[in-house]
C-alpha cells in the first residue's frame, strides 16, 4: 500500500460566496514507504492547503485521503487524530521549537505525550539527534542553536514517534544555502533508513531534484513529473 494517496482532491475556500477561491479541483497522488517527493509549486497555488489535507489537518470538499491503507473519511474522528498523532510528522519553515525546553527535551515532548518512558523518550532523542549530526547539542535550549541545528532538531520532533508519513512545508526556506543542504542531506539519511514516506514542498529546484520525484501544482492539479 502506498504511505498517502489522494484521490481527486478538491477545495476551496469560501464555498458559495462570490469571492470564492478554487484551490485543488482533482489533486492526486501516491506516495510510497521509502519515498522522497517534492511537492513544487508558485506561491498562493494551494500547496500549503494540499499539506493540511494530507495531514488531516483540513478536510477536502471532495475526494479520498488513505493514510496506509485506511480511507480517512470512513475513520471515527478519534481514530483520525490518532493517525496524526501517531503516523504523521509536520516540519515548517519556521522550527516552532519550544524555547524554554532543550533540544533533547523538545524531541522528547511528544514521545512522553504518546506514553512512552521518559528513559525511552530520552534514549530515541540521543538517537536522533546523532542521526542528523547534532549529538553535542542534546542540552542546548534552541535560542542557543544555529538555525540549521534549530531545523534539525525540528526534522528529530517531527520523527520521535516513528510516523510513516513526513510532511514538510519549506523545511529549508529560512537556511542559507550551505546550511540548507546540511540539513537537507541529514532529512533524506532519516527518510532512507527508516522507510518514511516524505512530502516535501521546496521552492529550492536542486532540492527537487535530489528526490525521487517531482509534483507540481498548478491549476488545481498535480502534474507527475518523473525527476529520474
Ligand atoms: P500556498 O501554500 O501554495 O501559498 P495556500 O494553500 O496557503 O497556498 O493557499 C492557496 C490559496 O487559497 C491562496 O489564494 C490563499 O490566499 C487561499 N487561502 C488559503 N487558506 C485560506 C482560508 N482559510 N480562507 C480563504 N482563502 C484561503
Ligand atoms: P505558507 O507560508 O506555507 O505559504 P501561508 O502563509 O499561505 O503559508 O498560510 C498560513 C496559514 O494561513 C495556513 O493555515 C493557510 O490556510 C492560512 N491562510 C492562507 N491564506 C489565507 C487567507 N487568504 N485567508 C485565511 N487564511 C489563509
Known amino acids: 500500500d502506498p504511505v498517502l494517496a489522494l484521490r481527486d482532491i478538491a477545495k476551496s475556500y469560501n464555498h458559495g460566496n462570490p469571492n470564492e477561491v478554487v484551490v485543488l479541483r482533482g489533486a492526486s497522488l501516491e506516495i510510497a514507504p521509502g519515498e522522497a517527493v517534492a511537492l513544487v509549486a508558485p506561491s498562493g497555488a494551494g500547496k500549503s492547503t494540499l499539506l493540511h489535507i494530507s495531514g488531516l489537518l483540513d478536510t477536502p470538499d ?9 480511507d480517512m473519511a470512513r475513520q471515527s474522528d478519534r481514530r483520525r487524530t490518532a493517525v496524526r498523532c501517531a503516523d504523521v510528522g509536520f516540519v515548517y519553515q519556521f522550527h516552532h521549537l519550544l524555547p524554554e525546553f532543550t533540544a533533547l527535551e523538545n524531541i522528547a515532548l511528544p514521545q512522553l505525550a504518546a506514553g512512552q518512558t521518559s528513559a525511552a523518550a530520552e534514549a530515541r532523542a ?17 535560542a542557543a542553536l544555529s ?3 534549530q531545523q534539525r532538531v525540528a526534522f528529530c520532533r517531527a520523527l520521535a514517534n516513528r510516523p510513516r508519513l513526513l510532511l514538510a512545508d519549506e523545511p529549508t526556506g529560512n ?54
Do not use: C, K, Y
Open 62 to 70: 471532495n475526494g479520498e485521503v488513505w493514510i496506509s491503507g485506511q
Open 126 to 142: 540521543r538517537e536522533l539527534l546523532e542521526a542528523v549530526g547534532i549529538g553535542a547539542r542534546a542540552d542546548h535550549r534552541p
Open 147 to 149: 538555525g540549521g541545528e
Open 175 to 228: 537556511l542559507d544555502p550551505e546550511t540548507s543542504d546540511t540539513v537537507f542531506a541529514a532529512l533524506m539519511t532519516l527518510v532512507r533508513e527508516t522507510g518514511l514516506a516524505a512530502l516535501i514542498a521546496t521552492h529550492n529546484p536542486d532540492l527537487a531534484a535530489r528526490m525521487d520525484r517531482v509534483l507540481r501544482l498548478e491549476g488545481g492539479r498535480l502534474d507527475q513529473t518523473v525527476s529520474r
